[in-house]
């Protein structure tokens, strides 16, 4: 009996630890596929962020090539010399030609004179005018207090030479005459030789006699040639008198204040050089206060009753 007891207390021991070892293995069973169910969500957030972060670089990287290729192609377009071949594509007797026939107005105008569609020459006169009018300013002692005499210069001619055919072109425009911008372009600068002739000139020989002969004579014609030619490409009387009148007085106006903008500098040199021109000593009259003159009139009148006494 003792030994059925003993058996039969261990069995129920035995169950005991069977459950409670049971119970346990459920638990870690459990846990161990919370475990790997929270493994399989976070590497399933792992993959959407490396997708998106891969899909993210795959975007950026074409947007790049996109934008590189674009511009490779745009520096390509303006580094290639052959786009601006046409227009600087000139022999030098035709430049020499172009120069003369600038001076020579031509009366067509029931026909549109030719105008040459290159810009070679007239951005050498342009560069030519930079030099005169900086040699200008040098010999009358311009002093420039923001910026330097060479940016003044270049700002000054291309200024003049973009601006005008600018303004004239769309004047041009209002008024229907048939002009490009190139040829308004090539016509202004053409136009400017004349201006070069009379600056080299007048500021080395100073005399204003001189510059207007040659103001009228030598920028007259080449104003008479622009007007010829805007004449010959525009229709009607009101438009060809607004468009013609506005750039010949731009062009003789521009011409006169190259020339005088740095007239009185030249001329204190010219005094330096030559002497002053100092008026000869004259006797001028003064007037004589009143106690003055009486007291020289007693000393008169004392001085000739002596002399009648004697």
């Given at each position: 009996m003792e030994n059925m007891d003993d058996t039969s207390g261990s069995s129920f021991e035995d169950m005991g630890e069977m459950h409670q070892r049971m119970k346990e293995e459920e638990e870690v069973t459990a846990e161990a596929a919370a475990t790997e169910e929270?493994?399989?969500e976070y590497g399933d957030f792992l993959g959407m962020k490396g997708l998106k972060g891969q899909l993210g670089r795959q975007v950026a990287g074409e947007v790049w090539?996109?934008?590189k290729q674009q511009a490779s192609k745009a520096f390509n377009l303006y580094a290639n010399i052959d786009i601006l071949r046409p227009y600087f594509d000139v022999e030098p007797n035709q430049v020499r030609?172009?120069?003369i026939e600038s001076l020579i107005p031509v009366r067509m105008i029931n026909f549109p004179q030719k105008v040459a569609g290159e810009l070679y020459g007239p951005m050498m006169l342009v560069f030519t005018m930079v030099a005169i009018l900086l040699h200008g300013m040098k010999t009358s002692g311009t002093v420039i207090r923001e910026g330097t005499l060479m940016g003044t210069a270049i700002g000054t001619c291309f200024?003049?030479?973009?601006?005008?055919s600018s303004f004239i072109y769309f004047l041009a425009y209002l008024c229907n005459a048939q002009i490009t911008m190139l040829q308004m372009l090539?016509?202004?600068g053409y136009g400017l030789f004349g201006h070069c002739m009379v600056l080299f000139i007048t500021y080395n020989v100073h005399f204003h006699s001189l510059f207007y002969i040659l103001w009228l004579v030598i920028g007259g014609l080449s104003t008479l040639r622009m007007v010829a030619v805007l004449i010959s490409r525009t229709v009607?009387?009101?438009p060809r008198l607004i468009l013609c009148g506005t750039l010949a007085a731009l062009h003789m106006l521009f011409l006169l204040y190259l020339?005088?903008?740095?007239?009185k500098m030249v001329e204190g040199i010219l005094d330096t050089l030559e002497g002053p021109n100092i008026p000869p000593i004259q006797r001028v009259a003064r007037d004589v206060p009143v106690v003055a003159s009486a007291v020289v009139n007693a000393?008169?009148?004392s001085i000739a009753a002596v002399v009648q006494s004697q």
């Open positions: 929270d493994n399989g090539q996109a934008g030609n172009r120069l200024g003049y030479w973009m601006g005008v090539s016509l202004l009607g009387q009101t020339h005088f903008a740095y007239h000393t008169i009148k």
